[in-house]
């Protein structure tokens, strides 16, 4: 009764914010207690993104991107999240409505927003038997399994190197005690649709990180057991799965199971990542608040759980609005449920909105030259295949901490950026600086965040350099 997919309506949206730059560049009058005061202050986040990357995860959510027009929701987007996930843009009826006639404006609009603001794309859904194009919903046999594999394949090079994780088969189990596939076109192609499925948008996408995306599925049952038996049967026999999606549609006659945690953990024991894909949580106030703060502990406990997406922004956006699901009411406000969040990925405690200062801080001058371990360090590791490559680079704040940084990372002759995410690169090739993004910035002192980046050609070697602002 949650889920269930698709009937109703809805459409969320969504757009991260970016954390308020205190202090920082007024160093000449800044006391070196007050500085040390705001790096404290920082290490509890004050957004839903910052808070999470300061736990290694992302939060994310459902946009549309007919609402990338509204302010406040944009607002919202950009101050809060830093994971984006097209809530109908990608499906099939929308990329192809037409049988080889590929339409991807309303997809690009939403990734395009999310590049220039330092996010992440969730691509949501390669295959599914809900919101197929009529055409598709007409063929079967051998047709459809040849059109779904040209889907998958034209899809997913478009996105190519743009997408953090691809949903690349829906909702494929059915509901009930039997733990059988559920019955669709694509079910009848055969029962390896599902593996076909993942081993075309390996070929077509490397880089990709690919799920397997479903609901009811997230306490332990006939169906999450189903999945759990064909991921392990993937994992043995080599098909290329590197997540499984939980989706977390909850209410009162579908509350978060018991075991919730228990049952992201299992998975991820089977050698990939969880991931929470759809949250929502229909109620108010304190119930909903704590069922949301619930989801978030377990995730923070599982440490393959690499983030939370919610589906979508505010109640209105909702594709169950009636039921108030989300995390800011329909005027944009903060409820109880995003206080509740915020505070559970800050590990119990919320941090001070603001925190000025009492006194009149003394007018020291700071010393010019950074104090021994200040700056950053960056490292760097690499998956590599034939022409390609994905680089990630962590870097750690040295024991000043640090209110911005960039790393430098030197390309081979012929190689060049192709994408990158939670940084902002300046040129493709050659000498690539990478700055931080609005989110991720400030670091307290020994604390690291990630970014990366994918290239054409060879990867590079050595170790980037940092430097800390
Ligand atoms: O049903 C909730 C979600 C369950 N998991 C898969 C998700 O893809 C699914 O999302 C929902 C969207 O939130 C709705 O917005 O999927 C529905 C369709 O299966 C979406 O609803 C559709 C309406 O059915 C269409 O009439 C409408 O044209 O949204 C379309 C765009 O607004």
Redesign the pocket.
């Known amino acids: 009764m949650n889920?269930?997919?698709?009937?109703?309506?809805?459409?969320?949206r969504v757009r991260p914010g970016r954390r308020a730059a205190l202090v920082s560049t007024a160093v000449g009058t800044v006391a070196a207690g007050m500085v040390l005061a705001l790096a404290t202050a920082a290490s509890a986040g004050t957004t839903l993104a910052t808070s999470a990357a300061e736990k290694g995860r992302y939060f994310g959510t459902?946009v549309?991107a007919?609402k990338l027009s509204d302010s406040t929701y944009v607002g919202i987007l950009n101050r809060e999240f830093n994971m984006v996930t097209p809530?109908?843009e990608m499906?099939w009826d929308a990329t192809e409505p037409s049988q080889g006639q590929f339409n991807y404006t309303n997809a690009d609009r939403i990734v395009s927003h999310a590049q220039a603001n330092g996010m992440r794309v969730r691509g949501?859904?390669l295959a599914?038997h809900?919101?197929q194009p009529g055409w598709a919903q007409n063929l079967s046999g051998s047709a459809l399994r040849s059109a779904m594999v040209n889907h998958v394949t034209q899809v997913a090079t478009h996105y190519k190197g743009k997408i953090h994780s691809w949903?690349v088969v829906?909702?494929a189990f059915a509901d009930g005690g039997n733990g059988a596939r559920r019955d669709s076109n694509l079910q009848r192609t055969g029962n390896d649709w599902i593996e076909v499925a993942f081993r075309t948008a390996r070929a077509a996408d490397p880089g990709a990180k690919l799920c397997y995306?479903d609901?009811n599925t997230d306490g332990q049952n006939a169906k999450s057991n189903a999945v759990y038996a064909m991921v392990s049967d993937f994992k043995a026999r080599g098909v290329p799965i590197d997540c499984v999606g939980f989706?977390s549609?909850f209410n009162s006659a579908s509350p978060v199971p018991g075991d919730y945690q228990a049952n992201l953990q299992r998975f991820a024991n089977l050698g990939l990542d969880v991931q929470i894909?759809?949250l929502d949580i229909e109620g108010s106030g304190t119930a909903q608040a704590n069922s949301y703060a619930t989801v978030v502990k377990a995730c923070l406990a599982v440490s393959r759980c690499t983030g939370i997406s919610v589906?979508?922004i505010r109640d209105t956006d909702?594709?169950?609005a009636s039921g108030t699901p989300l995390l800011f009411d329909g005027n944009g406000n903060k409820k109880a449920a995003y206080t509740a969040t915020l505070d559970a990925l800050n590990g119990g405690t919320t941090p001070p909105t603001s925190t000025p200062p009492t006194t009149v801080p003394p007018t020291t001058t700071p010393p010019t030259t950074p104090p021994p371990g200040a700056g950053c360090t960056a490292s760097l590791s690499l998956q590599t295949w034939t022409g390609g490559f994905v680089a990630t680079v962590r870097v750690t704040a040295g024991s000043s901490g640090t209110n911005g940084w960039a790393a430098t990372v030197t390309l081979p002759s012929g190689t060049a950026v192709t994408n990158a995410w939670n940084a902002q690169g300046s040129g493709t090739t050659g000498t690539v600086r990478f700055a931080n993004v609005a989110y991720n910035g400030r670091l307290t002192a020994g604390q690291s965040t990630e970014f990366g980046f994918q290239g054409a050609g060879t990867p590079p070697s050595g170790t980037p350099s940092c430097t800390a602002s």
């Open positions: 889920s269930s997919a698709a009937r109703d309506r809805g459409s969320a459902a549309a007919n809530e109908n499906k949501h859904a599914w809900l919101q949903d829906n909702e995306n609901y989706q549609h894909t759809e589906w979508g909702s594709w169950r």
